[in-house]
């Protein structure tokens, strides 16, 4: 099954994003018809089945489907629709280990409810997209983490040093159904559209317990949050966030404060020349009035001209050039991020690992090129070499213990052994243009 939208599918999109950019203040009443589409239901098939995923509460997997026909699944759950039957599974919920210590709840729809809801995001998302701030970063078609670190960047250069590094608790969690529901009703009103989503907010919550008992929380009685996994959810967090960088705009602030907000999620900045502490107490009251909660103990206020703060996996603030050289605005992957790989690379290369060495090298890779992926903007040099140290020496011990080699293993596996000849070119090259780390 193809990734490429399909053009019917693409003309959709972009007239009713060409409809929404135009008339801002139009409210779309007819909508669902279009989410019960074969063609889309199917799009959203392929996008469900491409992004793989645990099963959901009713433990049904792709393998499943297609065993028994897609088209007749796809068939059945669009009859749901239409005739207006369809009522969502439980959401299974898992804990997630988060970066910095603890865990995060990640709530697991089934694939029938990943489907609808990804056809769904389909025909709402272009209608939403044309409306968001240019702040809005997260989760966006043609944006990503990076476009929001290299802006963050171009903004220090540019004088906005006074910054606000911000984080919202428990966001996806907090978020208030009533105005996220209010916030879609300014743009779609179409009731069965609302109807679905409301579906989705109160859907109940499967915990299991250490002996395996199931436990259902949430369901209609909740009001508040939308979970972390739904194809959804995400979009509805970017409608939700948007309601404060509207009126951010609206009512002036960042000619006020002299400042720019860039937003990510629940993760953001605001960078300003000279009014940080104004912009941190006006947006510690707004928060409040839409129903969320700065976390305090993430929230501070910097001069990047004299520390650095971490944004997105990255540390901005002043660096020095080598050798003691003139100071500059930069950023680079922050230490944090540094320490996370080392510890993927170091649960990897453990002794009871007893996979062939072709598995393990494609597993180690895959992590590697993924990190340097996404640290590719800044100065790298220094966190690079950092992690090819730490690659090389756990590699060579990885596979001194395997094959029994008394000693360092140095001599054994070298750098020319453990990288191969292509992997030494790129070591000698500039860093930010490719991946040092090919093992062979």
């Not at 903004?155 to 969690?173: E, H, P, Q």
């Not at 901005?316 to 500059?328: A, E, F, I, K, T």
């Not at 596979?399 to 029994?404: C, F, I």
Request: aromatic share 10%; net charge positive; proline share 5%.
């Amino acid at each position: 099954m193809s990734l490429e939208t399909p053009d019917k599918i693409r003309n959709l999109q972009r007239k009713l994003y060409c409809k929404a950019k135009a008339e801002p203040a139009f409210r779309f009443y007819i909508l669902y018809d279009k989410i019960c589409r074969e063609d889309i239901l199917l799009r959203a098939y392929t996008l469900a089945r491409a992004n793989a995923g645990a099963p959901g509460v009713d433990g049904m997997t792709v393998g499943q489907i297609e065993a028994a026909g897609v088209d007749a699944w796809l068939a059945g759950l669009r009859e749901d629709l239409v005739s207006k039957t369809y009522q969502p599974d439980p959401v299974r919920r898992v804990m997630i280990p988060k970066p910095g210590g603890g865990e995060r709840p990640l709530g697991i729809p089934t694939i029938r409810d990943r489907v609808v809801q990804a056809a769904a995001k389909i025909v709402l998302e272009p209608i939403f997209e044309a409306g968001f701030e240019d702040g809005a970063y997260g989760y966006r078609p043609r944006r990503s983490a990076i476009d929001a670190v290299k802006e963050t960047h171009r903004l220090l250069c540019r004088g906005y040093t006074d910054v606000v590094d911000a984080d919202l608790s428990k966001y996806f969690d907090t978020i208030p159904h009533a105005d996220l529901l209010r916030s879609v009703a300014r743009r779609v009103l179409d009731r069965n559209v609302l109807r679905l989503i409301k579906l989705w907010l109160q859907v109940p919550v499967e915990e299991r317990d250490g002996d395996g008992k199931r436990h259902m929380r949430g369901g209609k009685s909740n009001t508040r949050g939308t979970p972390q996994g739904g194809v959804a959810s995400p979009l509805l967090s970017v409608i939700y966030m948007n309601r404060f960088l509207k009126h951010w705009r609206l009512t002036g602030r960042g000619e006020v404060f002299h400042a720019h907000v860039i937003s990510y999620a629940d993760d953001f900045v605001i960078l300003s020349r000279g009014h940080a502490e104004e912009a941190l107490t006006w947006t510690r009251a707004v928060m409040t009035k839409l129903g969320l909660t700065l976390n305090e103990a993430k929230t501070s206020v910097k001069n990047a001209r004299r520390e650095g703060f971490d944004f997105l996996g990255y540390t901005l603030g002043p660096r020095h050039l080598p050798n003691g050289g003139r100071w500059y605005l930069g950023a680079s992957p922050s230490k944090k991020s540094v320490q996370r790989v080392k510890v993927k690379i170091g649960e990897l290369l453990v002794p009871g690992n007893k996979g062939a060495w072709d598995e393990v090298r494609g597993r180690l890779n895959r992590v590697l090129r993924g990190w340097s992926a996404y640290f590719s903007y800044g100065a790298l040099a220094s966190a690079y070499e950092t992690v090819d140290q730490h690659v090389y020496d756990r590699t060579r011990h990885f596979l001194r213990q395997r094959h029994k080699v008394q000693g360092r293993g140095a001599d054994q596996f070298s750098r020319e052994y453990v990288y191969g000849e292509l992997a030494v070119r790129c070591l000698r090259r500039e860093r930010s243009r490719s991946s040092p780390w090919a093992l062979r």
